[in-house]
């Protein structure tokens, strides 16, 4: 992958408040597409290990964005009193700037593990609704579930994120902080 790519992807913020959601959501289909035909005209047939590989690529793309989204972002805020203070600012803030609205819903169990559920995530809703495209659906979180990862990570906390579809384009978001 060449770097301009990669480098044209990590300017997304400033990318995403020129265009319009359409041209993103595009955009973060191509950069999708691309990654993995890419692999498959190296390797051919794609095994799990060749989309593992893809995934991690996609979300480490991600990481990156999250970084240096987070850091404008609280630029002039207060700092967070706790883990939970900043989930919520993860579910309100952060996330209707990158995605253009809130969460739905947040729950925890007060022990690390977070569950973050929008019924209308941004980056599913060019699919069809149901079932015939949830084996596609981790292709297209990984590079949000990146995002997350990589604000947490500035925030101070480190955390595993992984994303769920059941049905199209409701998504859940499970963020498990690392106790260190």
């Known amino acids: 992958m060449s770097l301009p790519f990669i480098e044209f992807y990590v300017h997304f913020e400033s990318f995403y408040r020129m265009a319009d959601d359409s041209l993103f959501e595009f955009l973060h289909m191509e950069i999708v597409s691309h990654i993995f035909n890419e692999q498959q005209s190296r390797k051919g047939e794609l095994d799990n290990k060749d989309r593992a590989a893809c995934i991690s690529l996609l979300e480490a793309m991600g990481f990156r964005v999250g970084q240096g989204l987070i850091e404008r972002l609280t630029r002039d ?29 947040l729950r925890t169990n007060h022990q690390g593990t977070y569950v973050l559920q929008d019924n209308k995530f941004s980056l599913l809703t060019q699919f069809s609704s149901g079932k015939q495209y949830l084996d596609q659906a981790p292709k297209y979180l ?24 059941s049905i199209m384009p409701s998504c859940k978001f499970q963020v498990v902080i690392q106790k260190l």
């Open 77 to 105: 805020t207060p700092s967070f009193k706790d883990e939970l203070d900043i989930m919520k600012f993860i579910c309100k803030d952060f996330w209707t700037k990158v995605f253009r609205r809130q969460v739905d819903n």
């Open 142 to 165: 990984a590079f949000s579930c990146g995002v997350v990862r990589g604000a947490l990570s500035n925030l101070g906390l480190e955390s595993v994120v992984t994303a769920e579809v």
